[in-house]
């Protein structure tokens, strides 16, 4: 059985800085592509950003340039430094991540439980 567990969410005013972390543990042979998402209630659940297991990245338009996705692999840990925070920041934070459990075994997608994030004006 694997676990996500994500935690450093909170609440932060505006301009403010928050860094998310996630957890990976368990049964886990390796960890392919990572990612952060958010979701407010009535909404989608969106991407915020990816991280493969080389480290490449890619973001949503609305967070570029604010938000730094990074990973350390010997720890299976995922991170999300959130800087310059605004009120539309305000969301659910998931974790995901694609963990092979097994050499033989295809990858099996994982999601955290979700971290609120609350940014004030």
């Known amino acids: 059985q694997v676990q996500l567990v994500e935690s450093g969410g909170g609440l932060v005013q505006a301009g403010g800085s928050l860094r998310l972390s996630c957890a990976a543990s368990g049964s886990i042979f390796s960890i392919n592509n990572m990612g952060w998402y958010r979701q407010n209630p009535g909404k989608q659940r969106e991407l915020v950003a990816t991280i493969t297991k080389t480290s490449s990245t890619d973001y949503a338009d609305s967070v570029k340039g604010r938000f730094t996705i990074s990973r350390d692999n010997a720890k299976n840990t995922l991170y999300l430094q959130m800087n310059r925070l605004t009120p539309e920041d305000t969301a659910v934070y998931y974790c995901?991540?694609?963990?092979?459990?097994?050499?033989?075994?295809?990858?099996?997608?994982?999601w955290g439980q979700g971290t609120q994030v609350t940014v004030s004006s």
């Open positions: 995901n991540a694609e963990i092979f459990p097994s050499l033989y075994l295809r990858h099996i997608d994982y």
